[in-house]
């Protein structure tokens, strides 16, 4: 397999990993402490309200969960890829309404990310967007290499 094939997969392997440590770890903590997502969410200036906090607090760590699984076989990698892009463009977009739009800044986020202001959390995301969608461009590129070829040496 050539160098530039073998630097492409790593990338997309390493990427990949770091997804899956993202999204199962929010799944798991918003399922967790599903009390204070769903109070985030409720009193959330751009999303706030009962529904929507019911809603989006089973459909979100749901999704978060379902992507980093999709992430771990390499048969469905691609499509939670595309997952991973759909988050990261929602998560985005909202801290994009928050930075800009929102009368208030809600404390919405636990782990090390509460430890970031909106700002930074907005540049997190982004970057993640653009890794997201550099990795599906990735994984489209190398995805007609035939899978016996993969583990031959040069």
């Known amino acids: 397999m050539k160098r530039q094939q073998i630097f492409r997969e790593t990338i997309v392997q390493m990427a990949c990993l770091l997804f899956i440590i993202l999204f199962a770890y929010a799944g798991l903590t918003k399922f967790l402490e599903g009390h204070r ?9 751009i999303l706030g309200g009962e529904t929507m906090a019911s809603l989006a607090s089973w459909m979100v760590p749901l999704a978060e969960l379902a992507v980093a699984l999709l ?8 499509l939670g890829l595309y997952g991973a892009m759909g988050l990261m463009l929602l998560f985005t977009g909202y801290t994009v309404a928050i930075v800009f739009f929102a009368p208030y800044r809600p404390c919405s986020c636990g782990g090390i990310i509460s430890l970031l202001s909106w700002e930074q959390h907005l540049v997190l995301n982004m970057g ?3 890794l997201a969608l550099l990795v599906i461009l990735l994984s489209r590129k190398h995805k007609n290499i035939p899978i016996n070829n993969i583990h031959q040496g040069p």
């Not at 997502?37 to 200036?45: A, C, H, M, Q, T």
């Open 37 to 45: 997502f769903y109070d985030n969410i409720r009193n959330s200036p």
């Open 71 to 78: 992430l771990v076989r390499s048969r469905t990698r691609l």
């Open 128 to 130: 993640l967007l653009l």
